[in-house]
């Protein structure tokens, strides 16, 4: 997988599907301004979002191409995407930062439902001042809808050639993983693991590596959300690291755990549960079933397992142009698995007060039933010495 | 520079000038959503803000210790910050996730003016679904206003342990960018040199490196937004690399240009006028003058010699948190240039159509003038061959 970048084609086909969402869903376009809807449906790719200073915005009409509507320093390489109407001014502009000349392109779109949606809904934000998005509503001739509902649902069905670079990146950090412990060693700290893994994880091509944590403790960890720290790892611990890297855009999300040392027979037999679990997890992904039913799954070994569960309030989710993405498998979300989404089936569980583990495995759902795209993690743990 | 992290009191000053600039703004308390706010006030620090399915709350009220409510998965790191009252909710529940909890919170905090301020202004974003903000503001029994005014007023002016991480970054960035010609040559490509150096600035103890484009072109850069691609360095190229890397939670925000093997005399004596123009903006940073005043004393060096400016819309901004902050240096920007301020200086030009060239440093405003926390491009473009 050497070429970054998708053909026309690919863009083509994913306005065609969002089209015939957006009129399945009444909506006469779609305003998009976060790094990943824009990127998702121009293809632009800028490490310049980093910057808040200036918003950004794509109209996705109806029908035809998408409208940019861009800050002047980034008009040229806009207009090197497959958009043709590329709209620029001289921002950042506080007291008009693009918001008239987007009111303009919205206000010339042909109309038939009289609304517009925009990213207002489930794990979205806008990328813009709030109080420039209540202004855009008043200078627009049409009714603000919630668009994140017709966006996810674009989004959490991958196309083959998006499969392609999460597999990439999946394949890449697990091999990346599976040879930490020829260079980690008992004594060094979290921030060497994670210094040590991002530098693996750069030479075998990863392009970004936004999410990389490494926590440790005896027997398990205390938390998953923090982290690395300057703790030394000592006998007896068990090291999670998780990771969150990109290959052209797409992130894998996926963790392992690593023995430090000789670990705890009660260690090992919870991993033993949580690798079942996620065996269970993985076997319940068919199309027809629910992420609720991915959920019970897990839950139902974890449960016979005699322990309880995690304070995460899911068990996995989708991945794609984010490091987490709907939908979440837990109770009362129903959402079918259909072929080509690409989710995490990730039990966990807290075994002892500040004693958890977490296993997690990135798969793709198609008809044949569930596809690995990490090399499965193996089901004794890795010591590192 | 070996320790990470600050201490209650750097937290507790932090809280009295924010205090008194809300209070002096008739805010009542302030409600923060994004990692840089709530870093600010509490410490927190997570990549799990990677994952946009979760909101996180923190208010800063008018008297009194910040109020956090957060997922249950971050309850515990947020309770060993030193914020004290920590609530919780267990997240993602797409139907409530935290708003009733956090209007609780506000509804019971003291009122004297009747209001709170929230991220709704420049160069901030909410990190939250708009929908539940607007659900938010009908829960709670004050008026929500503007809050990015005052806190870009508490944020622009650094203490000395904001001041000191940002100079540790930008010397360790430094002397990664001094030595990349030692290990980088003519032939190799964008992609190449984003590598070596991504993978140096880790040796060196970066944290992170969110931003680090390269482009390259024969005597100058079409644009400074996109790349690497993996373009080779040929002669006559001049490579531009930018990096916003970080030290505990600050960025440097600084670029760099290297001549690949013999550059033309027109693009020397381009590069030659935005070192000096780089001395100017330098000399303008005293306290008194604003940041008008600044841009002013780049532009009046770049129309000198003849050519004219670039489409960036202002020569430079502030940076500490995140890698771009107001103000920023362009005419109509009139903020007054304080002691403790830290900024970049950013001259650019394009002195012929597709050649660019851009220069940047990082320095702090004092009472005894400016002072360089980068070392100092050198006024000779670096060779490599």
Redesign the interface.
Known sequence: MKKRGFKVSEFEMRMARAQEIMHRRNLDAILVTTPQNIRYFTGF????W?????PWFVVVPGEGKPIAVV???????MERTWVEDVRSW?????EDDGISLLSDVVNSLATKFNTIG??????????????D?LKLRTFINRQIL?G?PALWEMRMVKTESEIQRIEHICKLASESYQDLPKYLNIGETERDAV?KL??DL??RGADSI????AVSGQGGV?????GPSDRKLENGDILFMDT?STYDGYFCDFDRNFAIGKISDEAMKVHDLLWTATESGIAASVPGMTTEDVWFAMNRVIEEGGVKGN????LG?GVGL???EPP?H?PGDKTKLVPNMVITIEPGLEYLPGKMLVHEENIVVTEDGPKLLTIRAPREMPIIT
Do not use: W, Y
């Not at 790719?45 to 310049?48: C, N, R």
């Not at 990213?119 to 001042?129: A, F, I, Q, V």
């Not at 936004?210 to 944590?213: E, Q």
């Not at 205390?222 to 923090?226: D, L």
């Open positions: 790719d800028s490490q310049f980093e910057s808040p200073t200036r800050p002047e320093i980034g008009a040229r390489e001289p921002s950042p502009i506080p925009a990213e207002l809904g489930r794990e979205m934000t806008l990328r813009m001042p709030v109080n998005f919630d994140s210094r991002r530098i750069i030479k936004p999410f990389l944590p205390s938390q998953i959300v923090c969150g304070n995460a309030g899911r989710h984010q490091l987490t979440s837990r």
